[in-house]
Nanobody, 120 residues
Framework: QVQLVESGGGLVQPGGSLRLSCAASGSIFSIYAMGWYRQAPGKQRELVAAITSGGSTNYADSVKGRFTISRDNAKNTVYLQMNSLKPEDTAVYYC??????????????WGQGTQVTVSS
């Protein structure tokens, strides 16, 4: 009913930048919070950044000042601009959204993940 499709991952050198996008589609009535999580090999999935429907944001301490989350409500899309990337940012990045549909009410949805590798 709801699909989240991520794009924008890839290989980048330390100090470089990437921009991730995540578009939600399906039988959407409303989207509330949206966010990005990441999971590195052997580690638990962690919150990177989140944004409410009103635009309030919060970030993991490790990315503050380097990453910026934003959203386009008209396009049901959330973005993650990642600057000054470090090798420790290497992970699979997952999009998450709290979505209300007409048929099922409010649910939590995940994208399939996109790999970000920071290496020289």
């Amino acid at each position: 009913q709801v699909q989240l499709v991520e794009s924008g991952g890839g290989l980048v050198q330390p100090g470089g930048s990437l921009r991730l996008s995540c578009a939600a589609s399906g039988s959407i009535f409303s989207i509330y919070a949206m966010g990005w999580y990441r999971q590195a090999p052997g580690k638990q999935r962690e919150l990177v950044a989140a944004i409410t429907s009103g635009g309030s944001t919060n970030y993991a301490d490790s990315v503050k000042g380097r990453f910026t989350i934003s959203r386009d409500n008209a396009k049901n899309t959330v973005y993650l601009q990642m600057n000054s990337l470090k090798p420790e940012d290497t992970a699979v990045y997952y999009c998450n959204a709290e979505v209300e549909t007409v048929l099922t009410g409010v649910g939590d949805y995940w994208g399939q993940g996109t790999q970000v590798t920071v290496s020289s």
